[in-house]
Nanobody
Framework: QVQLVESGGGMVQAGGSLRLSCAAS????????MAWFRQTPGKERDFVAY????????YYTDSVKGRFTISRDSAKNMLYLQTNSLKPEDTAIYYC?????????????????WGQGTRLTVSS
């Protein structure tokens, strides 16, 4: 049974940085791709960033381009999200997700494995 566990969230002032991590457990973890989504209370889960697991492309939502960087270490089954120049509107619970098929990369329904989330709070 593969599980995803996020870590690295916390509280930071606007302009600051944090690195979020996602650890995948399980001997047979071979996703096609992984992504980060985020969600605030009462709103839908929104796409943040995507990466192909075998050295494929990266995609970002427009609001984080130039500030966030997604990366992975496939040997360690780790996914990362480096967040820089944080803004209060980046405040959310961040989820990592994995997909085993070739469905849409920017919608939650395209992913079949999720972590429990890590909270990131940016104060002004």
């Amino acid at each position: 049974q593969v599980q995803l566990v996020e870590s690295g969230g916390g509280m930071v002032q606007a302009g600051g940085s944090l690195r979020l991590s996602c650890a995948a457990s399980g001997r047979t973890f071979r996703p096609v791709a992984m992504a980060w989504f985020r969600q605030t209370p009462g709103k839908e889960r929104d796409f943040v960033a995507y990466i192909g697991w075998s050295g494929g492309p990266t995609y970002y939502t427009d609001s984080v381009k130039g500030r966030f960087t997604i990366s992975r270490d496939s040997a360690k089954n780790m996914l990362y999200l480096q967040t820089n120049s944080l803004k209060p509107e980046d405040t959310a619970i961040y989820y990592c997700a994995a997909k085993s098929g070739f469905s849409a990369y920017d919608t939650p329904s395209g992913y079949n494995l999720w972590g429990q989330g890590t909270r990131l709070t940016v104060s002004s």
